[in-house]
């Protein structure tokens, strides 16, 4: 008997909801439909205000983006439920990352926050809905994130490779996974395509720099790249993670101010340093913490832009790099899968947090459930 859940996802890009319905009763998911759905605009437009300024944004409004946000959700599932045929009372239940309007893992006390009311989602669409993943591990001490791996390893580890997981979406997280009995590693390594479509933004109308082509008409300007590589938090071991918080427009704007730069660089020159930092920190964080990697797997959006591919794999000449694809996973669905996959752990009472990933101080089961 198909064991259905459905994955919702949106990422700190906000370029959209992954929704995914998948058959989990084998250990290996079948994806068995999968859709990008666009934000309503007037929702975007206020997530992004909220996020990028969260000190303008009254308790009113954000009770009521929660709300508004919810009902987006709830609307999302039943539009991917109805186009995979399959009703609501056989799908087991949603998995609900939230939109992350803060995520605060190292303030006192520590916090991440997301939006989107489960209870809406479990009240229109009929479904048990399961959400607010990160906060228990927080509570446990952990970071609050990644929480991919344990799906990662569950997916894509093997006995005979040294594997990694390179996810590039508005951050970028990695996962070691060793083919020894070793603890599965994983944290964020920095930005993954922030920077790069911000500065894009502020160029061009389209969503982003489609394959890094406007990049590769552009030269790195190694002073810019170096000054961007100084952030302490590229410095900082395991366990960590970051967010829009951290890494953002406004951030590479002081660092752009601060930098006696001899003429005015051309904006496609700033794109591709944009490019380079991305990629070499990346590459930085896969030699000091995954040098005994032989394959690197990625996923994510990033894993589309070919230029960011190139330099990732150019700075790692001894590691295979390819896309999740080749693996049985499509790159653009991994993290929607990932919360089905959780929201099923959830429900079954097991833990979906790795301790030697987020620091928490022990296994937890992770997030709410909201009862169909
Ligand atoms: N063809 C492409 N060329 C270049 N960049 C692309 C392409 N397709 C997607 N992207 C990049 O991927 C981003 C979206 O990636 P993704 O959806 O994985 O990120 P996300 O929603 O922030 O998820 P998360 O942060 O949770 O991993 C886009 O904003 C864009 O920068
Ligand atoms: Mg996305």
Same mark, same amino acid.
């Given at each position: 008997m198909a064991e259905y859940y459905l994955g919702l996802m949106s990422g700190t890009s906000m370029d959209g909801i992954d929704a995914v319905l998948v058959d /989990? +009763?084998?250990s290996r998911p079948e994806l068995v439909c999968a859709r990008t759905f666009a934000w309503p605009e007037a929702i975007q437009q206020q997530l992004s205000q909220v996020i990028d300024q &969260?000190?303008?944004? =009254?308790l009113q409004t954000l009770g009521q983006l929660d709300a508004r946000v919810g009902e987006t959700f709830a609307m999302t599932a039943n539009a991917l439920a109805r186009e995979a045929g399959i &009703? *609501? +009372?056989?799908?087991?239940a949603i998995g609900s990352h939230g939109q992350t309007l803060f995520h605060a893992p190292? =303030? +006192? &006390?520590a916090f991440s926050h997301q939006c989107g009311d489960p209870n809406r989602i479990a009240e229109l669409t009929g479904i048990t809905t399961v959400a607010d993943f990160r906060r228990r591990d927080i509570a446990a001490g952990? +970071?609050? *994130? &990644? /929480?991919v791996p344990a799906f990662h390893q569950a997916m894509f580890s093997s006995p005979e490779q040294n594997r990694a997981i390179l996810n590039i979406g508005g951050m970028a997280n990695l996962t070691v996974l060793p083919a020894t009995a070793n603890p599965v590693l994983g944290f964020d390594t920095g930005p993954g395509n922030v920077l790069m479509d911000s500065w894009y933004h502020r160029h061009h109308t389209g969503p982003y720099d489609k394959g890094g082509a406007w990049a590769a008409q552009g030269k790195c300007i190694p002073a810019l790249q170096e000054r961007l590589l100084e952030h302490p938090f590229l410095q900082q071991p395991p366990p960590k993670s970051t967010g829009r918080e951290m890494f953002c427009g406004n951030w590479f704007d002081e660092q752009l101010d601060a930098l006696p730069l001899p003429a005015s660089p051309k904006a496609e020159d700033i794109q591709r340093t944009l490019l380079e930092f991305t990629a070499r920190t990346i590459a930085d964080a896969v030699r000091a913490y995954a040098a005994e990697t032989r394959q690197l797997l990625v996923c994510g959006g990033g894993a589309h832009n070919t230029l960011l591919m190139q330099r990732i794999a150019g700075l790692l000449e001894a590691i295979e790099t390819a896309s999740t694809e080749a693996f049985g996973l499509h790159p653009d669905w991994v993290e929607a899968v990932a919360f089905a996959w959780l929201a099923k752990a959830t429900l079954a009472g097991q833990p979906g947090n790795l301790p030697s990933v987020t620091g928490a101080s022990h296994p937890v089961i992770l997030g709410a459930i909201y009862p169909a």
């Open positions: /989990l +009763q084998d &969260p000190e303008t944004v =009254s &009703p *609501a +009372q056989d799908i087991r190292d =303030s +006192q &006390p952990g +970071q609050g *994130a &990644p /929480l």
